[in-house]
C-alpha cells in the first residue's frame, strides 16, 4: 500500500510538466577558415557538458566547414536540410549552436525545423538562471538576459511589427517591436540601478575586511575550486561535478598558524564566455579586483588545460588584474595520473614528468606553480607554505613598519 501523500505537500517540491520531460538535444558546430576541426569538436565536447548541466541529453552533433557564416541560417542549405531530415526521424526538443546566432537566424531556424533553437550564450545564461540564489546573482542574470534579448527583438517577435490603431493613436504611430525595446530598456536601467545599489552594500560590507591579506582563488569552471576552498577554510561550501556550480562569491576568514586572510571562491571562466555576464558579474568579480593574492586553480588532468588557462588569462586582463600575484595551483594530479600513467612507470620518471610540468607552466606564466590533489589532500602542505609565504608579504608590503603578530 502507498504511502499517503501529506494534506499540504510539506517537503516536496512541486515540478512543472516540462521539468518532468527529459529534453533531448543536437549540437551543432561550424570550421570556419581561422579554425581547425579538433578546435570545434573540443568545443562541442564542452557544449554537450553545458547542456547536460542544464538538463538536456546530446543525441547527436553536426560539424559543417564554411567560408563565412549564413547570414539568414548561420549553417549552408544542405547541411540545414540534413539536420531537418534528422530532427524528424528522431524525439529531438532542442538545437544548441555553438556560435551566437541573431534573432533573424533563430527565427528562420525554429520556422524550418519546428524545434527551440538556441546558442551558447543562451544556454549559459539559462544555467545561470537556474543556479542564481542570491539576489545579487538574480539580478545580474536578469540584466545579462535582457541585454542579450534587446538586439534579437525583431527577430523573436516579429509578429508584433504593427502599427497601432484606434482613436487619438492614428497616424504614424509606434511601432510594438519598438514599444517593446523601450521596456526592455527601462527594465535594463532599473536593474542597473538595483545593482549598483547592491554594489554600494558590498562596499559597505568589504570596508570591515580591509585590513586582512584577501586571497581570491579564480580558474575555469569545475576545476575544483570549491573543493579546494573547502579544504583550506574547512567549511562546507556547496561542490558539484556540473559546470558553474558556484555563482555567488563565498568569503571565509583562514587563519594558518596565527595569520588570518580572507578567501573568496568566485565564479569559474569558461570559453567564449557571453561579454553580458562578464559586464552584469563584475560586482561579483570586485573579490578578484580587489584580492591581494590569486589562487588560479587548474584542472591538470584536463586535455585542454592549457586553453583554460589562457581562457582565464584573457578574462583577467579584461577586468585589469592580469598583473595580480599569482599561484597556480595544478589541482587533480591523482586522476592526471590515472589517464597518462602506465603501472609500470617508475616513480623518479613520473616525479621528472611533473616536474618538467611545473617548470613548463612557471616559465610561460611566470607564476609559481604547485601541484596538489584537493580531493585527496596530496601536496596540500607545500601549497599552504607557498601561500603562507605570500600572505606574509603581502602584509609586510601593506604594514612595512607594523611588527609581526605571528
Known sequence: MATARNKWNLGEKKRSP??????????????????????VVEHLDELEFLAQTAGAETIKRFIQKLDRPDSRTYIGSGKMKEIGEYIKNHDVHLAIFDDDLTGKQTSILEEEWKIKIIDRTSLILDIFAARAQTAQARTQVELAQLQYLLPRLRGLWTHLERQRGGIGMRG?????????RRIVRDKISLLKKKLEKIDQQSVTRRKHRDELIRVSLIGYTNVGKSTLMNVLSKSKVFVENKLFATLDTTVRKVVFGSMPFLLSDTVGFIRKLPHHLVESFKSTLDEVHEADILLHVIDISHPQYEDHIVAVNQTLQDIHVAEKPTIMVLNKIDAYRKLNYDDLLEDSVKEQFETEIQQRLKHEYGADTVLISAATGENMSVLREKLGQAVSEAYSIRYPYRPKTW
Do not use: M, S
Not at 19 to 39: C, D, R, S, Y
Not at 172 to 180: L, M, N, R, V, W
Open 172 to 180: 504614424p504611430g509606434e511601432q510594438e517591436i519598438e514599444t517593446d
Open 18 to 39: 516540462e521539468a518532468l520531460q527529459q529534453e533531448f538535444a543536437v549540437v551543432i558546430g561550424v570550421v570556419l577558415p581561422n579554425q581547425t576541426e579538433e578546435k
